[in-house]
């Protein structure tokens, strides 16, 4: 069993910053792959990031390319999604999870879902 607690989240003006967090318990921390997806207010959960266990191998949203990056430190047990020119769009509920497979961008890859940070990007 493996609990997610993210963190970081907040209301940020376009073109901010921000780095989310994902805290995560347990000692198999290492044995799972780790992704971030978001959810805007009407719409479905959609594929932020993902990372494989050891960190070397990393996947994007093809729209996040350039602007998003996912990391990990597996010996705090905890994965990072640093965001940078923040766009109104990226407004969302920001979700980590942690899956025993590869890095997948599809949702039923992870086993274990945190409760979500809020994104608030203003214009």
């Known amino acids: 069993q493996v609990q997610l607690v993210e963190s970081g989240g907040g209301l940020v003006q376009a073109g901010g910053s921000l780095r989310l967090s994902c805290a995560a318990s347990g000692r198999t921390f290492r044995s799972y792959a780790m992704g971030w997806f978001r959810q805007a207010p009407g719409k479905e959960r959609e594929f932020v990031a993902s990372?494989?266990?050891?960190?070397?191998?990393?996947y994007y949203a093809d729209s996040l390319k350039g602007r998003f990056t996912i990391s990990r430190d597996n010996a705090k047990n905890t994965v990072y999604l640093r965001m940078n020119s923040l766009k109104p769009e990226d407004t969302a509920v920001y979700y980590c999870a942690a899956g025993p497979y590869h890095a997948t961008s599809e949702g039923s890859g992870y086993d274990y879902w945190g409760q979500g940070t809020q994104v608030t990007v203003s214009s």
């Open positions: 990372i494989s266990r050891t960190g070397v191998s990393t």
